[in-house]
């Protein structure tokens, strides 16, 4: 069996290597590869995890089983994709910057190969504006939203009135304007982004305030042609951090807990932030209910939107991979979603179990066994 692992140019000499490493240590076998968990970690291993890639331990389970591994640049127009059994999304980080491009490519290699996740799951996960969509079909909680629309605005003139019309009404509704010693902070980020592109905090309380947000608009609005999304600054993952919830094969795998460094609103490692495992029983089991409850309505959504029932037949699974990345109120002990990471996530592999990741190697098989039956 062959399985192609999609990147980038960016990190294909990084996820090879990776590969490299999985291969020498199971040809020679040698113990498990370590896990920054783990009790005790050696100078020599946390030198090795320093220059070894999240997947390498997905990469370890399909080498462990005799599988193939090719990590391939999704923009490498000399690949032949019908050679592949099936391939999974993994580094394409820069998808982002040619979304159109990335698009039309999801679509030419699913009439070559199988992707593990339904292209039209992620085709519609490219956009952030899902976020509307879920909340429209009561999947899910968000935080305040505003969706702000590329097409209503042409001109600079265009966006100051929008501002006035809607992003001053919308953070009005947010902030208690009888509360003057709060600060008025906002985030505008692309509909479509990764890590934290073009993502910025202004606050509503400085005299340039509205100067700054409309020549941000313009950026991203018309000389990027993006959407955009407004919320107010999310004070829990400042003061806790933000949660990720992964799903392998249907089931919750593990939680990490993502905190910005001090002065940052942004929990991506990029910017300084910081990552731990949280055990599952730490998190609150009403919590894990509403969690559970929007996976599944989410997973159900799929099925009935794009007629996905005779799919494949893992239980009528069609989310082979999930993370789910929000906050908490601990007062209210509710979970807000921030992003529904079905395309490209980081599944923080280092932080779940062998076994996990063996099942979720084997429903992977099994899933690309039943399409190929399907096919045929």
């Not at 909340?135 to 929008?162: A, H």
């Not at 609103?265 to 949280?278: A, P, T, V």
């Not at 893992?314 to 993370?323: E, F, S």
């Amino acid at each position: 069996m062959l399985v192609g692992f999609i990147s980038c140019k960016r990190w294909i000499e990084r996820m090879t290597s990776s590969l490299d490493n999985v291969k020498d240590y199971v040809k020679n076998k040698k113990k498990n590869i370590p896990r920054l968990d783990d009790d005790v970690l050696n100078e020599q291993n946390k030198e090795f995890l320093r220059n070894f890639e999240d997947d390498g331990y997905l990469m370890e389970s399909c080498v462990k089983n005799d599988i193939e591994v090719h990590i391939v640049d999704w923009l490498d127009d000399t690949v032949d994709w019908t050679i592949y059994d099936f391939i999974i999304i993994r580094s394409c980080w820069n998808y982002h910057e040619n979304p159109k491009k990335f698009i039309q490519w999801l679509d030419m290699v699913d009439k070559k190969t199988n992707l593990v996740t339904n292209v039209e799951i992620l085709k519609w996960n490219v956009e952030k504006f899902y976020l509307k969509d879920l909340v429209e079909n009561s999947l899910i909680n968000i935080p305040p939203t505003l969706f702000f629309d590329k097409s209503v605005v042409n001109t600079k003139e265009q966006i100051q009135l929008e501002i006035n019309n809607s992003v001053i009404p919308f953070l009005n509704s947010h902030y208690n304007q009888n509360e003057s010693n709060i600060e008025k902070e906002v985030v505008i980020k692309p509909s479509i982004s990764a890590s934290s592109y073009l993502t910025q905090l202004f606050n509503q309380k400085n005299e340039d305030f509205n100067s700054n947000v409309i020549d941000f608009l313009e950026t991203i609005l018309i000389k990027k042609d993006r959407n955009v999304l407004i919320q107010p600054k999310i004070n829990e993952i400042v003061s806790i951090g933000e949660y990720s919830f992964i799903y392998l094969s249907g089931n919750l795998s593990h939680v990490v807990l993502k905190t910005p460094k001090s002065g940052d609103f942004r929990s991506q490692s990029d910017f300084g932030g910081l990552k731990k495992k949280i055990p599952i029983n730490e998190i609150s089991s009403n919590v894990l209910l509403q969690i559970q409850n929007s996976f599944n309505k989410i997973n159900n959504y799929f099925i009935q939107q794009f007629d996905l029932s005779t799919e494949n037949s893992n239980n009528d699974i069609v989310l082979p991979y999930a993370r789910i990345d929000g906050f908490i109120n601990v007062e209210e002990e509710s979970f807000h979603l921030i992003e529904l990471e079905l395309l490209e996530p980081e599944l923080f592999f280092k932080y779940s179990s062998q076994e996990n990741i063996d099942n979720f190697l084997q429903y992977l098989i099994q899933n690309n066994n039943s399409n190929n039956n399907n096919n045929n």
